[in-house]
């Protein structure tokens, strides 16, 4: 009576045993005589016989070795040949029974199976752990990525499995026939990763650690606006966790790429931090710079009145850019203005000193009427003065400014102009210089150029000042530099910034050079000849441009 034991599962592995033990691709089995070793297949487990014999197998799936055969060196195992009945097909090396690969049961399974089975298992089972700063844990499964586990060929290590079984299979047989249940193994393979980097930054967005309703902003720390009495503070800077998505995105691939899945977001530095902190030397010099306007002011002359803008309310004009701290401008931070805070105080002047203007008539001393527009009082010229300010507040200097006037009134009795005064003749280009009522003085001139906005201004003024060695600038540049410069010996200025000066950057004067080639409103003057009339004209002295 024949004895059986079972030894492994799975027919499609006990062929692949026979077809290693003797060494051919195709193994052919033929009965042998007395005492042979019969098997066959019973319920997906193939069984073996003990036996003096060969072995067969049914044809009916089961691939059968006997145990007498694998042991007799002059057996099958030597010329390819076993007794027996059947055929068993030639097919791949096959893991055995309760093996595993990287801790995944690849039993039964050939090479192409396991590592498409081991992938399988993987991916499926992957989730991408983000661990928040609150210690909150959120998942993405490797689908929401297109994650992906690339498994090496496992056939050198199916066919290593093979020779081990093989092996053992041998080793029993030379025992007599002591057979026992065949033991797996466990092997381990070196896998790579793989994802799709546009799906898992639209992934990660969904999470409620990214975008939430529970997310604060990180904000900069910045400079407040004015503080009455106190002037400018620093607002302190706000940690928030808002995640700054470049950080997690190289950390997340870095954890999947290496076979990992756990980023704890605060250690990899995954949230959005403040960009400049209240400790910054550069934000406090910023603060500092404006805190100056404390200490300054900026005086208007009204005639004979003054209105001064104080610290106090010129530093509620500024506006704080900060811009320059970004930018790497902050060590030459020039503040903003309110436009709006300029304008009101130009208004304010007009409101106080503003009246409208009215024409006299102006006889001359050939007794010639001629209408001049004056006014009772002031008007300013807000359009021209408006630039002027700006500058002023934005340079954070003290300063002193006589108003620029489209038209100032004089004291004078029944249109008279007393017997000292100037007269700019703006048709014919001619300044004369009256005293005791007798022209003293008279030059060809050169005034603005009307095709330019530069026109003199006609109107009855009176000289506020007399200066020598002055630089005369234009409108403040945006690069710090004037839209002119001009140096004159003498000036005497009557009408804001407009006023007599020589002009020694001119060879000719009088005509119609003014209509081509006139100033900026001033009227220039042969260099030789103004000195005499620096001489004779005062502060006081009435000028009458018509």
Same mark, same amino acid.
């Given at each position: 009576m024949m004895t059986v034991r079972k030894l492994w599962r799975g027919c499609a592995f006990a062929a692949c045993v026979a077809m290693f033990m003797v060494s051919v691709a195709t193994v052919a089995w033929a009965d042998e005589a007395d005492g042979a070793a019969q098997a066959g297949s019973q319920g997906g487990e193939t069984w073996v016989a003990d036996g003096s014999g060969g072995s067969s197998a049914d044809g009916a799936g089961g691939a059968v070795v006997g145990a007498g055969d694998l042991g007799d060196a002059s057996g099958a195992a030597a010329d390819g040949q076993a007794g027996g009945a059947g055929a068993a097909q030639a097919q791949a090396p096959a893991f055995g029974w309760g093996v595993t690969v990287n801790g995944f049961d690849v039993g039964g399974m050939d090479a192409q199976a396991a590592a498409a089975a081991l992938a399988a298992h993987l991916e499926s089972a992957?989730?991408?752990d983000l661990v928040t700063r609150e210690g909150d844990t959120q998942s993405l499964p490797g689908a929401a990525f297109g994650y992906r586990v690339n498994v090496p060929d496992l056939g050198a290590l199916a066919t290593q499995d093979a020779l081990r079984v093989a092996g053992i299979i041998a080793a029993m047989d030379a025992a007599g026939g002591a057979w026992s249940e065949i033991p797996g193994a466990e092997y381990g393979v070196e896998l790579t990763y793989s994802y799709d980097g546009a799906a898992l930054a639209e992934a990660l967005g969904t999470l409620p650690c990214v975008s939430g309703g529970q997310v604060t902003q990180s904000v900069d720390a910045s400079i407040s &606006?004015? =503080?009455? $009495?106190? $002037?400018? &503070? =620093?607002?302190p800077e706000v940690y928030g966790n808002n995640v700054y998505l470049p950080n997690l995105l190289g950390n997340a691939d870095a954890e999947i790429t290496h076979g990992r899945s756990v980023v704890y977001m605060d250690a990899v530095g995954a949230y959005a931090l403040p960009g400049i902190l209240s400790d910054d030397p550069r934000l406090q010099a910023v603060r500092d710079r404006l805190n100056s306007y404390l200490g300054i002011s900026i005086v208007y002359v009204v005639g004979e009145a003054q209105e001064v803008i104080g610290g106090e309310e010129l530093a509620s004009w500024l506006v704080p850019d900060l811009s320059c701290l970004y930018d790497g401008t902050w060590a030459t931070f020039v503040p903003g203005v309110d436009s709006e805070k300029v304008v009101g105080f130009l208004a304010s002047l007009r409101e106080k000193y503003g009246t409208t203007a009215t024409q006299v008539v102006y006889q001359n001393v050939a007794g010639v009427d001629i209408p001049?527009?004056?006014?009772?009082?002031y008007v300013i010229d807000e359009a021209a003065e408006f630039p002027i300010l700006v500058d002023l507040v934005r340079r954070g200097e003290s300063a002193v400014r006589n108003i620029g006037f489209a038209a100032q009134t004089v004291n004078w009795n029944d249109a008279g102009l007393g017997p000292n005064y100037v007269t700019v003749?703006?048709?014919?280009?001619?300044?004369?210089?009256? =005293?005791?009522g007798v022209p003293v003085w008279q030059q060809p001139c050169v005034t603005g150029n009307p095709s330019r906005g530069n026109a003199t201004p006609q109107g009855i003024y009176t000289v506020y000042a007399k200066e020598t060695n002055r630089i005369l600038r234009g409108q403040r540049l945006a690069g710090g530099g004037y839209a002119y410069e001009s140096w004159v010996n003498y000036w005497m200025p009557f009408n804001g910034g407009i006023g007599l000066h020589d002009a020694n950057w001119r060879r000719s004067f009088g005509g119609d050079i003014y209509t081509y080639n006139g100033s900026h409103g001033c009227v220039n003057l042969p260099p030789a000849s103004v000195p005499a009339l620096y001489e004779l004209v005062q502060v006081g002295t009435v000028v009458v441009c018509f």
């Open positions: 992957y989730r991408l &606006a004015f =503080i009455p $009495g106190q $002037g400018f &503070a =620093i607002v001049v527009n004056v006014v009772s009082d003749d703006l048709t014919n280009q001619v300044v004369t210089c009256y =005293i005791d």
